[in-house]
């Protein structure tokens, strides 16, 4: 019976290396041979770009030969002596520009009259100009809970995912838990050692996060009720953070100009994503591309590449500082807020949609419910209700200040819808929390929309 030989063992390093030696030695001489060309998928190809260049005048003939039938059905040619007249006309008429009915049509023809067909009959009537689309009708929005208890401007909010408690940050440097319900405090958290600037609760693990101008970022164990990690790195005032919905990712902003992602595990900022040219003031994250959004005095607007760390968009649409950054719960798209214009956009190129013009003020907060309630709050005390359809202003509230106040301290720094998106939380310069609900009593016949349907002059920036 013969020796069985002993197989020589190799380490995977030395295996690895063999595999790729055998394949490049196998795929080293069809390098530089290009795939066989598929007939069918060149058709395809032609096809779409034929239809793409020309796919406008590609009837054009067709149509010219039926127009021209439809001239010689009508009569005959008339006599002689306008033989010469109806042929410089005719020629004169083919230079004109064709109608998609296949009639030519000039400068002098009116366009204001066009053709609908009624039954078996065929009738001229007046064009109309485009005009604005009716709004959905929204129930007027009410205060019913003032809330008080911080002692300083309320600069932050947050609603946790179970919709039972919701947290504010503030300027004296606490972060204080209320039950919603009820609006009675729960719980106040001390450890920043300046203004609380943005505050996030983990819908994946029992934290909470919380970002200050004292240039910490921390993570709270809402089971122990302490901070039980720091994230490093800002060099300047951290101003929003927004936590990523199915990574466990953190992203914060602020007055370095830099919008920074970081492991909520490890700790490690994973990217310091550059490009703003001044403050960051707010960032948004969400689970499609692009993944992270900011805003920023710079009077841009970002979308990110999260995977690469770098812009993926730039959006310089706006001509003064953006502040706020809204997106919508259930649509592709966002909205950002500059005391020019609120501006709609859509994902993922940040395509423009459309201005929601009239709010005159520096715009701190935007908020958007599922039902297209889109939210904004100003320095001076004003809330602004639109409608997301249409860009429709439906209702208007001025702040009252607290008793005690004085006016110029109407202002509100932030917004926040609940989970339900039934309940609008309100921080705001006089040190409360205001909340808002949708009036019940409201119907379409109490409370009309006050709309006229002008004529549409769409705004191209």
């Known amino acids: 019976m013969a020796a069985t030989e002993e197989v020589q063992k190799h380490s995977v390093h030395t295996l690895v290396f063999r595999s790729l030696k055998r394949t490049h030695d196998m795929f080293l001489s069809d390098q530089g041979n290009a795939p066989e060309r ?66 030519r049509g000039g ?41 008080s208890g911080h002692i300083g401007w309320v600069r932050c909010l947050a609603v946790e995912p179970g919709n039972e408690w919701f947290c504010s940050g503030a300027a004296d440097r606490v972060i204080k838990i209320w039950d919603l319900a009820s609006g009675t405090l729960k719980l106040t958290l001390t450890g920043h050692v300046s203004t609380v600037r943005g505050v996030a609760v983990s819908a994946r693990q029992p934290y909470l996060f919380s970002c200050g101008e004292d240039k910490m970022v921390k993570c709270w164990d809402l089971e122990q009720n302490k901070t039980i990690r720091h994230y490093h790195g800002h060099l300047s005032a951290c101003y929003a953070l927004a936590l990523h919905p199915t990574i466990d990712v953190l992203t914060t902003c602020g007055r370095d100009g830099t919008v920074r992602i970081w492991d909520i595990r490890t700790k490690a900022c994973v990217h310091t994503m550059t490009g703003h040219t001044n403050t960051v003031a707010d960032v948004k994250c969400q689970a499609p591309e692009p993944q992270v959004i900011s805003g920023s005095h710079d009077c841009t607007v970002r979308l990110w590449d999260l995977a690469m760390g770098r812009t993926r968009v730039t959006l310089t649409n706006h ?18 807020g500059s005391p020019d214009n609120i501006k709609q956009w859509k994902f993922p190129d940040g395509n423009f949609m459309q201005n929601l013009s009239g709010h005159n003020s520096i715009i701190n907060s935007l908020a958007c419910n599922s039902d297209g309630v889109l939210v904004s709050a100003a320095d001076n005390g004003s809330m602004y209700f639109w409608d997301w359809r249409t860009g429709y202003n439906f209702q208007r509230i001025q702040a009252s200040v607290q008793p005690g106040s004085i006016h110029s301290e109407a202002g509100i720094f932030t917004l926040q819808f609940d989970q339900s998106g039934s309940r609008l939380i309100t921080g705001e310069t006089d040190k409360t929390i205001k909340i808002y609900k949708e009036d019940e009593t409201a119907t379409e016949e109490t409370h009309p929309i006050n709309w006229r349907p002008d004529i549409y002059r769409k705004k191209k920036y």
């Open 107 to 147: 400068e002098n023809n009116s366009r204001a009259l066009v053709a609908v067909n009624i039954g078996q009959q065929q009738m001229l009537v007046p064009k109309k100009a485009q005009t604005m689309p009716k709004p959905n009708w929204h129930p007027p929005w009410k205060l019913y809970r003032v809330i």
């Open 38 to 103: 598929d007939n069918e998928s060149d058709q395809i190809k032609r096809a779409v770009k034929i239809l793409d260049e020309y796919g406008p005048i590609k009837e054009a003939a067709q149509r010219e030969t039926q127009a021209k039938q439809r001239m010689d059905a009508d009569g005959e040619i008339g006599s002689d002596n306008h033989t010469g007249d109806g042929a410089n006309a005719h020629r004169q008429e083919s230079l004109m520009p064709l109608n998609s009915d296949g009639t």
């Open 319 to 336: 001509k003064k500082s953006v502040r706020a950054v809204a997106i919508h719960p259930v649509q592709y798209s966002f909205a950002s």
